[in-house]
Structures are given as structure tokens and as C-alpha cells.
């Protein structure tokens, strides 16, 4: 009935598959009505929990006055408005219905304004699964930079030539690699925090400072870490401001919705009065600024903007990455945590987790055995995240801290 009995990639393992029946707060139920811990939050956009009451009424209001026009409407209005003050790139918002859709779109945009068509990306950095983002994103055998690794079937092997791959955390080679073909570039784009890799200092300082040197755009792929990291996001957090950004899960509310955001100068390419043109860059879905996901992202936003809502979103994530390392030395793993509050994972390593290539050097079965472990014992986790909710409680972040315990202890023995 289904492809490999998912509904995409992610797989808790033989013999551990459940069917949800629904999620209430910090947990997942499944039809038996066994409860789990949930650090998974749907790949991340359940920042608040799930069912939150003030989401569900939002939701419930709009739906009661009609879902979908592929028309303006109130809350995609709102919402836009609500983005742009946010976001401090931000000056206009272009919906799409999901995250491949906003970075695929970013960079369409990026090469009609710059009139280029390569792009430089970062190996190891997940943007989709369009026929660029799906480069270099997890290749077993990486080859030297910057040549590019398709990282599916299905790709045409042209496009291998139109993608450039520099190493996260290298300054010095991004640079290089700007340096020799700027004049190529439509645009660089790179996860700031990319998957669970923390950036080094002055890495997005002076990869800012080159693109702009360049005139090269910069585009921030902020689905994971835009209103998770601050209410402005990474640009918020880190302190730097791209040309363009893409947002969706958390703004999303649940629902399907991303957006590019950005300056006019360069979304005006998606003005349909250019229709005709060379400039005009054709984007349209049936359901972008659905009118049902953006209440609903408008009542996440809300809840967002309560005083005191990221102070306790980063405690409860420290003390979970935090516990979760203490384990770790208790049972004396070559292993370390890596990652921010608010999404954080473990690697079985003893090498520092630079970039991607440092995430190689983990032991595969040992994490694979940890999910596993962990959902035996009623807690669920993404393959290589563990997200934080502000549903998650303190008793919740204790009962954690024991499964964690008692699943390391169980690989530190290798029983």
C-alpha cells in the first residue's frame, strides 16, 4: 500500500513501527494507546506541543469560514505582515506549501536576479528534495570539493555541473571557492546551524562579508531554525542577515506552509505584471497562503511573543542536551552531544563535530541502536535530531534523562 511501509524516509526500526492515533501536548499515542515521549514534533514544527488549545481554535474559527480560495486572504495577509516584522531580511514573503518548495523558488529568484545559474551549497546541509538541495547531502564517499554528489536516482547528471560544495565551518575555502567563481555564482546558500552543527565563530560573519563583497545573494535556509532559535530566527540568534530566507515548520503551525522571505529588489521577480518578460520568475500553488495553515501559524506566532516563552524553551532543551551528555561520560562512551537547545543530537565519536565529514567518523549502528533502544522505552527522536517543545515539562525532561540513562548503559554493555 505504502513505499517501504513509510511515509518517507524516517523508520523507527524493524519490529518498532506504530501507527499514530494522535498526539496530545509533549506526546504521541499510538492505536494500542501506548504513550510516547515525543522529541520528533512531527520533524520539528510542533514547537508548542501538539492540539494546542489556542492553535486548535484558530483553526477550528477559520475553517468555519471557508479553507482555501488561491485567493488574497486575511490570514495570509496577516501572517506575511507578522514575518516581515520579524525577519530582519525581510521586506516582502512568497508562500509555497512546503520547505523544498520555499529553497527551490529562493534560488530560482536568486538567478533571475543575478542573471547566473550555479549555486554553491555546503556539504552536509539538507534543503529539500529538489534536484539541487539533493547534493552532497550525505555522501558516503564524498569526493574533493567543490565537485557535487547526486544524492538520488532520478537526478540528471546536468546538474552535478551546476552545483559548487564547500565544506561548513571553512571559511578559508569558502572564500577560495567565491574567489575563482563569483562571476558564475547565482547565489550561496547554506543552513546556518546545519542539521546539529553549532557554527564556528566568525564563520557566518565572513561568509556574509564575502557574498556581499562579491554581490553574490546570500540565502539562509531557516525551515528548521526560523522562530525556534529567537522570533527573528538564526539572523536573530547568530547576529548575521542574508539576502533571502526560507521559513516554514514552526510558522506553519502544523500545517503544510513555507515562504521565501526577502528583499523587494529581488522578490519582485515574482510580480505577475512581469509576466512576458525575462525577469519574471513563475511560482504559483493551489494551496500557498492556504488560509487554514496561516491562522494557524498566526496563533503559533502569538504564542511565541509571550514573555518568557524562549527562556523556557532553551532551559528545558539545556537540561535535556546537558543530562543526556552527563550520561554519556557516566558510561564512559566515545560519544558527544552536539547541537543548541532548542535541537541538539548525540554522535558516537570522539571527534569534534565540525562539519559533515566529522560526522562520518560516528558509529551508525550505535546511534541506530540508541533510536531504537529509546523507542522501546515509549521516547521517539528523528534519526539525527532530537527537538525541543515548549509542551515538554519538567517531569517529562526527568523521565527522559532516565531512558537516556538506561538505553546508554545498555550499548556501553553491549548486550
Known amino acids: 500500500m505504502l513505499p517501504g511501509g513509510v511515509l518517507g524516509s524516517h523508520r523507527t526500526g524493524p519490529g518498532l513501527e506504530f501507527v499514530v492515533r494522535e498526539g496530545r501536548g509533549a506526546y504521541l499515542f499510538d492505536v494500542n494507546g501506548r504513550r510516547y515521549l515525543d522529541y520528533l514534533l512531527g520533524s520539528g514544527p510542533m514547537l508548542l506541543g501538539h492540539a494546542h488549545p489556542a492553535v486548535v481554535e484558530a483553526v477550528e474559527r477559520q475553517m ?28 516582502q514573503v512568497r ?6 518548495e520555499a529553497t527551490f523558488f529562493a534560488l530560482r529568484a536568486a538567478r533571475a536576479f543575478r542573471k547566473r545559474d550555479k549555486i554553491l551549497k555546503f556539504e552536509g546541509g539538507f534543503h ?63 543552513e546556518p546551524y546545519q542539521r546539529t552543527i553549532v557554527p564556528a565563530p566568525g564563520f557566518l560573519q565572513g561568509l556574509r562579508a564575502v557574498t556581499r563583497r562579491y554581490g553574490v545573494p546570500l540565502i539562509f535556509d531557516e525551515i528548521v531554525t526560523g522562530f525556534r532559535f529567537a522570533y527573528g530566527g538564526a539572523q536573530e540568534y547568530y547576529g548575521v542577515v542574508p539576502d533571502l530566507a526560507c521559513y516554514g515548520k514552526v510558522v506553519a503551525g502544523g500545517f503544510p506552509l513555507a515562504c521565501v522571505a526577502g528583499p523587494a529588489a529581488i522578490l519582485r521577480h515574482f510580480d505577475a505584471a512581469l509576466e512576458g ?5 513563475w511560482q504559483a500553488g493551489t494551496f500557498n497562503g492556504h488560509a487554514v495553515a496561516c491562522a494557524a501559524g498566526l496563533a503559533t506566532l502569538r504564542e511565541l511573543r509571550r514573555p518568557g516563552a524562549y527562556a523556557r524553551l532553551f532551559a528545558t532543551g539545556a537540561r535535556l542536551r546537558d543530562g543526556l551528555a552527563t550520561a554519556v561520560r557516566k558510561h564512559g562512551l566515545p560519544a558527544q552531544v552536539s547541537g543548541e537547545p532548542p535541537v541538539f543530537d548525540l554522535f558516537f565519536t570522539d571527534r569534534p563535530i565540525v562539519d559533515y565529514r566529522a560526522t562520518l567518523t560516528a558509529d551508525r549502528e550505535r546511534i541506530t541502536r540508541f533510536n531504537q533502544e529509546l523507542v522501546r522505552r515509549g521516547v521517539v527522536k528523528a534519526v539525527n535530531k532530537i527537538y525541543v517543545s515548549l509542551a515538554h515539562t519538567d517531569t517529562d525532561v526527568e523521565e527522559t534523562l532516565e531512558i537516556f540513562d538506561q538505553v546508554l548503559a545498555v550499548i556501553a554493555a553491549g548486550v
Request: net charge negative.
Open 64 to 91: 468555519a469560514r471557508g479553507t482555501s480560495y488561491m485567493l488574497l486572504n486575511e490570514a495570509a495577509i496577516e501572517l506575511a505582515e507578522e514575518i516581515v516584522r520579524a525577519v530582519p531580511c525581510a521586506e
Open 95 to 100: 508562500y509555497t506549501s512546503s520547505g523544498t
Open 128 to 190: 529539500g528534495a529538489h534536484d539541487y538541495a539533493l547534493m552532497s547531502v550525505v555522501p558516503r564517499s564524498p569526493k574533493a570539493f567543490p565537485a557535487a554528489t547526486r544524492d538520488s536516482a532520478g537526478i540528471p547528471h546536468a546538474i552535478e555541473g551546476e552545483v559548487l560544495v564547500a565544506p561548513y565551518n571553512d571559511l578559508a575555502t569558502a572564500e577560495a571557492l567565491l574567489a575563482a567563481h563569483h562571476d558564475e555564482l547565482a547565489a550561496v546558500i547554506l
Open 277 to 281: 518578460t525575462p525577469d519574471y520568475v
